[in-house]
């Protein structure tokens, strides 16, 4: 069993700033690829970054160099810290584990229940 526990989502005004966090545990020791996706109602879940165990990451053009992904100090850890935030950010944002390590980074199967960030004035 797997669970996934995302963090840090909140309100903020355009231009703003949050940092999201997610911890993955269970019986799966480790995820060599985890990552962030983003859904906003009626719309499909996308990709917003996604890092491997070598440290390679991945992003979606709409971060524009807003968005930075990287590994926590606890194990199975990933931090998104976002920065400048628009309202088209606006949406539930998930974390996403994989057991494989691929390059581009392969979505998982194993999803956090998300965090909604909302941004607007």
């Known amino acids: 069993q797997v669970q996934i526990v995302e963090s840090g989502g909140g309100s903020v005004q355009p231009g703003g700033s949050l940092r999201l966090s997610c911890t993955a545990s269970?019986?799966?020791?480790?995820?060599?690829?985890m990552g962030w996706y983003r859904q906003a109602p009626g719309n499909q879940r996308e990709l917003v970054a996604a890092i491997i165990r070598d440290g390679r990451t991945k992003y979606a053009d709409f971060v524009k160099g807003r968005f930075t992904i990287s590994r926590g100090s606890a194990r199975n850890t990933i931090i998104l810290q976002m920065n400048s935030l628009t309202p088209e950010d606006t949406a539930a944002y998930y974390c996403?584990?994989?057991?494989?390590?691929?390059?581009?980074?392969?979505?998982?199967?194993?999803w956090g229940q998300g965090t909604q960030v909302t941004v607007s004035l």
């Open positions: 269970g019986t799966i020791a480790n995820f060599p690829t």
């Open positions: 996403n584990a994989d057991i494989s390590t691929t390059w581009p980074p392969r979505q998982g199967e194993y």
